[in-house]
């Protein structure tokens, strides 16, 4: 029922449930208040009842983060190239998309201090596949001190309508950032918070890389983000930080942001 329920939502409704239901924000029944009520609608007694029965359906959040205790070095190898990180590479027991062949297997490093994150299965997008039309998180992974990273995977037809699109298919990197922003930032997309771009080539695969700051965003403050395209999917690294986070952490994720491949 709930996977039916968010099916009819908006595009820009799904994306704010899926940000807010990641980070356990969302007001359960009984704690709405004024502030998010802009004109009075008038219901009948039955109407607002069903509605109150149906919202835990859709706004529970998702399992508790106690999916974190243990650190990512407890079960993941050293980084061939660097011993402090360890290497995390993406298969199909994973998730939902790499189990339906919708995302190829993808890579990246991480400090073994960091925690994974359990994905609720509404925004794992294991209701939909192989046949997504919205975006979804693949994994997430947070340090309380550092910050946190996580891969978005989209539907490449919501970027373009050609099969088998490579980036440089969709457009320029702004382009593309015009799209991919607000999975960015958790929220809006502003292009003037849009602070450097570059294009890195490994092997015959392109990714697009941007540094923004966002001062408004849900996701931290500061952001590095990483986009390529493979298959029917446009795939995105973000890591994210706080002010405070980014002091000490901004090489580390850095790395990690350089690190990811498909």
Known sequence: MAAVLFTALSSTSKFWLTQNLSSN??????????????????????????????????LSPPPSSDAREIDVGAFLPPAPNDPSFVIFKA???????????????????????????????????????????????????????????????????????????????????????????????????????????????????TYYKYVLETPYALTGTHNLAKATAKGNTVVLFVASASDKQWQSSQKTLQAMLDSFQI
């Not at 891969?151 to 990197?173: F, M, Q, Y």
Request: charged content about 25%.
């Open 25 to 58: 924000q969302i007001p359960l029944c009984g704690k709405f208040s004024n502030k998010y009520v802009k004109h009075p609608i008038d219901v009948s007694r039955r109407e607002f009842l069903k509605g109150v029965a149906l919202m835990p359906m859709v």
């Open 91 to 205: 298969s199909s027991k994973d998730t939902p998309a790499l189990r339906a062949g919708n995302v190829q297997p993808y890579q990246f490093i991480i400090p073994p201090s960091w925690k994974q994150l359990r994905i609720a299965n509404i925004l794992s997008g294991n209701y939909c596949q192989p046949k997504c039309a919205e975006p979804w998180i693949e994994v997430k992974f947070e340090d309380e001190k550092q910050g946190k990273v996580q891969v978005v995977a989209s539907p490449l037809i919501r970027l373009t309508n050609k099969p088998n699109a490579t980036i440089e298919d969709i457009g320029s990197p702004e382009k593309v950032i015009a799209s991919l922003g607000p999975f960015v930032t958790g929220n809006t997309f502003d292009p003037e918070e849009l602070i450097d771009t570059s294009v890195e080539k490994l092997g015959s695969q």
